[in-house]
């Protein structure tokens, strides 16, 4: 008892801190994080000057929160923003789940999760995903007990892009106890077009526990200036608030989330088109034999296995960066001139499985 350490809690001094995607060489496509390769637009450079940043920003982000409420036909009191959808999940979380309480989740899904649920004190319930990487609705409805209080959908799903479709959503709602909050973690809801996946703006008035979560940081292009929202239930989205840290949606953060929507058509084009390159990209691995699940955000997932630390290092010697998760690699949809490398280096990870025995993740 002798230890000259500060005593920390043991559950945060184990956890593993936060990896950014790797940065990459000048000449390489940083195709690691999900960003989006466009620049601002002029008029959200134009909204961005106009901060006054002497001053504090306006700490409710009233405006931005009555231009969302009109989005989804809510009050701006059924919306919360902050400083990345991240930070709105992380309120949420401490203020529905305390230690000993449990958030049930997929696994594999997004990096934050279990962080942020270990920072509350609480207990990661992690349902594994089905073979074909989509979320295991009825397992995760099955492993709701007593001490659940949250559970947390991402559809698309970081990082296997894989959507919860409509029908899928409704028969799990109609399973989960109507004090169990819900989070639908939609980051990526603008590039999909698959018509039968769940959409936020359309089950957000069907569920009183429900709340989806938006940000601006991927097909709206903000990730550097950290802005993203929930909407639901009045009572919920106050709870949030009350755990917030005071001010951290900075003015430039807001004028540019209400420019952004401003000109949504014109951002809406270009997330189209990274849509469609999604599309050109997954034909392209088929031809070269990989079975990849439908992607349906702006980044792809090749099932490397075994095989995941070799292919995120073949990717980066053809100079693009990848995300390298355990069982596989996310590759994010960027620029055009990206392409034909990340097909040929997918072509070589290919070859990797050829000659070894197994061929899991491909045809
Ligand atoms: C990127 C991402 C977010 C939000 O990121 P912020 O930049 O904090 O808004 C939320 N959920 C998932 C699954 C993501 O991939």
Redesign the pocket.
């Known amino acids: 008892m002798t230890s000259d350490r500060v005593r920390l809690r043991p559950e945060i001094e184990s956890i593993v801190p936060y990896r950014q995607g790797r940065t990459a060489a000048e000449d390489a496509f940083k195709l690691s994080s999900?960003e989006n390769p466009y620049p601002p637009l002029p008029a959200v450079l134009n909204a961005i000057a106009l901060s006054s940043v002497n001053r504090y920003p306006e700490a409710s982000a009233a405006a931005l929160r009555y231009r969302i409420g009109e989005k989804f036909g809510v009050s701006p009191e059924q919306v919360q923003v902050g400083a990345?959808?991240?930070?709105v999940?992380a309120q949420l979380i401490s203020a529905a789940s305390a230690p000993g309480d449990e958030v049930v989740y997929a696994w594999r899904s997004?990096e934050a999760y279990p962080l942020l649920v270990a920072t509350a004190g609480s207990t990661s319930i992690q349902v594994p995903l089905t073979a074909d990487a989509r979320h295991d609705l009825p397992a995760m409805a099955a492993a709701i007990t007593d001490r659940t209080r949250a559970v947390i959908v991402?559809s698309p799903n970081?990082p296997t892009s894989t959507v919860v479709t409509h029908d899928e959503f409704a028969a799990f709602m109609a399973e989960v106890p109507p004090h169990v909050l819900v989070l639908l973690?939609e980051?990526?809801a603008e590039f999909v077009t698959d018509p039968d996946a769940v959409r936020g703006e359309r089950v957000i008035h069907e569920y009183p526990n429900l709340v989806v979560?938006r940000?601006f940081?991927?097909a709206y292009g903000l990730?550097g200036l950290?802005v993203?929202y929930a909407v639901g239930p009045e009572y919920v989205m106050d709870a949030a608030r009350a755990v917030a840290i005071p001010l951290s949606v900075t003015e430039p953060a807001q004028r540019a989330a209400l420019a952004s929507l401003e000109n949504e058509p014109e951002l809406l084009d270009r997330v189209r088109e990274l849509a469609a390159l999604r599309d050109e990209v997954t034909r392209g691995l088929a031809d070269i034999g990989w079975s990849i699940p439908t992607p349906q955000g702006n980044f792809v997932w090749l099932p490397t296995g075994e095989h995941t630390a070799r292919a995120a290092e073949i990717f980066e010697s053809y100079g693009i960066i990848v995300r390298a998760l355990g069982e596989g690699v996310r590759v994010s949809i960027g620029e055009h001139e990206a392409v034909e490398k990340l097909l040929r280096a997918a072509a070589e990870v290919v070859s990797l499985h050829q000659t070894a025995a197994s061929t899991s993740g491909l045809d």
């Open positions: 999900n990345g959808s991240v930070s999940i997004f991402c970081n973690d980051a990526y979560l940000t940081s991927k990730a950290r993203g």
